[in-house]
């Protein structure tokens, strides 16, 4: 594979929706139902809140699918 195919398929505009979206998501779960008081430190914090969401978007659409091999090249 080449390290551009890597990239590509890494840093995929899905990822990126994926990233936006659950950030969005984290923060708006920290402000209608964090935990009030700080007894819970990862969602009392907005920041903490919002970077979970992010990772939690981006593992959810990231594209794990595999290529199909090209078989145009003649056999020898």
């Known amino acids: 594979m ?3 195919d890597f990239f ?12 936006i ?4 998501l984290g923060y708006v779960y920290y402000h209608f139902w964090g935990c ?11 920041y903490r809140s919002t970077l979970i969401g992010m990772a939690f978007g981006g593992v959810l659409l990231l594209d794990t699918s595999k290529k199909p091999k090209d078989d145009s ?3 020898l």
């Open 8 to 19: 590509k398929r890494i840093f995929s505009v899905r990822l990126l929706i994926g990233i």
């Open 73 to 75: 090249t003649p056999q």
């Open 2 to 4: 080449k390290d551009n």
């Open 36 to 46: 009030q008081g700080n007894s819970c430190p990862i969602w009392a914090n907005p």
């Open 21 to 24: 979206i659950g950030g969005a």
